[in-house]
């Protein structure tokens, strides 16, 4: 099994940077594909961006390509979403998950271990 735990969120202003990580516990931490999801309040819990067990492919979702990267250290079992030219509309709860499955499932189903969340708000 794996536990992920989620941090780095906080206030920011809009066009500006924060980086989230996700530390995730579990011996076989590399053979989990892991994602980001977001939830604004009234909202769908949305895919955010994921990535595959050896870090080789990642998936966005459009409205944040080109704008955060994800990234993964599986030495430290970590998984990091790197946020730029942040916009109002990205303040959401952040959500680290990981799923047993060989892709990187874009619906929330997908995902069997999910993290407490971080809040990120962005003022304009």
């Known amino acids: 099994q794996v536990q992920p735990v989620e941090s780095g969120g906080g206030l920011v202003q809009a066009g500006g940077s924060l980086r989230l990580s996700c530390a995730a516990s579990?011996?076989?931490?590399?053979?989990?594909?892991m994602a980001w999801f977001r939830q604004a309040p009234g909202k769908e819990r949305d895919f955010v961006a994921g990535?595959?067990?050896?870090?080789?492919?990642?998936y966005y979702a459009d409205v944040v390509k080109g704008r955060f990267t994800i990234s993964r250290d599986n030495a430290k079992s970590t998984v990091f979403l790197q946020m730029n030219s942040l916009k109002p509309e990205d303040t959401a709860v952040y959500y680290c998950?990981?799923?047993?499955?060989?892709?990187?499932?874009?619906?929330?189903?997908?995902?069997?271990?999910w993290g407490q969340g971080t809040q990120v708000t962005v003022s304009s």
């Open positions: 998950a990981a799923t047993w499955r060989v892709d990187i499932p874009l619906g929330q189903q997908g995902y069997a271990y």
């Open positions: 579990g011996r076989t931490f590399s053979n989990y594909p």
């Open positions: 990535i595959s067990g050896n870090g080789g492919r990642t």
